[in-house]
């Protein structure tokens, strides 16, 4: 009478048996899924930020092929183009991610600069027009306060620029920017101010300082700025303001800028150079 019993207990010792070993796979399926999610999330963020665009564009395409409808493999992709300088395909690539069911408004403000880039300013504008004024991040504000620029909305802009300056922490780019405005309006004084501001919290940014030399120019003030430069650059700075004493009419400074800025060069300027050789036979016929 034991061996059925017994039986039993054996048939069902095994079928548990089967059922934890089941119950383990699962979950070391379960573990390896999760892996595989966490391993792609950081080769995304990597191909976002240090991989190289062309590499990641193929990476982002691949990944769309093999897992189409996913939003975020869109975005690697749109976000990738932009990188890889490829804008007009960026843009067909925003467009299809902001088509997607789970599009939000960066997503909008991304097809927004997307238009930018493409020089389409209509449809940007059309674009920025569809996000609430709710959403107030640094990039929106900074492509409205562009799109305000290209429309010669002065007032629009300048509240525009005020407002993304305050909403980031490194404002440098937006500050470039904003002076740009000024210097293209004519207000030589106010873009002077934004250039240098631009300066004191990016000491680098070599477009600020080009920039600031035209501003200091453009009101006949021929000394470089005191910002810290290197010795190329204090010689392309120098060659900038000598064309810009030039175009002033002020050919006897500007003569002296660029033999300063070729004398400055650690190697040979020839760009200078070649200003001076064209403006001393403009002058000799």
Same mark, same amino acid.
């Given at each position: ?12 010792? #095994? ?36 991989? /190289?665009? /062309?590499?990641?564009?193929? %990476?982002?395409? *691949? ?7 996913? =939003? ?17 395909? $960026? ?21 927004? !600069? ?8 209509? !449809? ?6 569809? =996000?609430?004024?709710?959403? +107030?991040?640094?990039?929106? %504000?900074?492509? +409205?306060?562009?799109? $305000? ?5 002065? /007032? ?22 904003? *002076? ?7 207000? %030589?004084? +106010? $873009? ?9 919290? !990016?000491? *680098? ?11 200091? *120019?453009?009101?006949?003030? %021929? /000394? ?7 010795? #190329? ?12 004493? #030039?175009?002033?009419? !002020? ?9 300063? $800025? ?7 300027? +020839? ?15």
């Amino acid at each position: 009478m034991r061996h059925p019993i017994m039986f039993t207990m054996v048939v069902s010792a #095994i079928v548990g048996l089967s059922a934890c070993e089941k119950s383990g796979e699962a979950q070391v399926e379960r573990a390896l899924q999760d892996l595989n999610v966490v391993d792609e999330t950081n080769l995304n963020d990597v191909m976002l930020t240090i991989g /190289d665009p /062309d590499e990641a564009v193929n %990476y982002f395409a *691949g990944a769309n092929e093999n897992d189409p409808g996913r =939003i975020d493999l869109q975005r690697g992709l749109a976000k990738s183009l932009i990188r890889a300088g490829r804008s007009a395909e $960026a843009l067909n690539a925003w467009k299809m991610v902001t088509t997607h069911a789970e599009a939000n408004n960066d997503d909008r403000v991304e097809l927004a !600069d997307a238009f930018i880039r493409n020089n389409l300013w209509d !449809d940007a504008a059309d674009t920025l027009n569809t =996000i609430p004024p709710t959403h +107030e991040t640094f990039k929106r %504000y900074r492509l +409205e306060a562009m799109v $305000a620029d290209s429309k010669k909305q002065w /007032d629009k802009a300048d509240s525009f620029y005020q407002t993304a300056v305050g909403l980031t922490t490194t404002p440098a780019g937006v500050l470039n920017n904003w *002076g740009y405005s000024k210097l293209t309006r004519g207000s %030589y004084k +106010e $873009a002077e101010r934004l250039f240098s501001d631009a300066l004191r919290h !990016d000491t *680098g940014m070599f477009t600020a300082k080009n920039n600031l030399v035209l501003a200091r *120019g453009a009101q006949r003030n %021929y /000394d470089l700025p005191v910002i810290p430069m290197s010795q #190329i650059e204090r010689a392309q700075l120098l060659h900038t303001l000598a064309l810009t004493a #030039i175009k002033q009419n !002020d050919i006897t400074t500007g003569k002296g800028l660029l033999r300063e $800025a070729i004398d400055t060069h650690p190697q040979h300027f +020839e760009e200078a150079a070649r200003s001076l050789r064209a403006l001393e036979d403009n002058v000799t016929n």
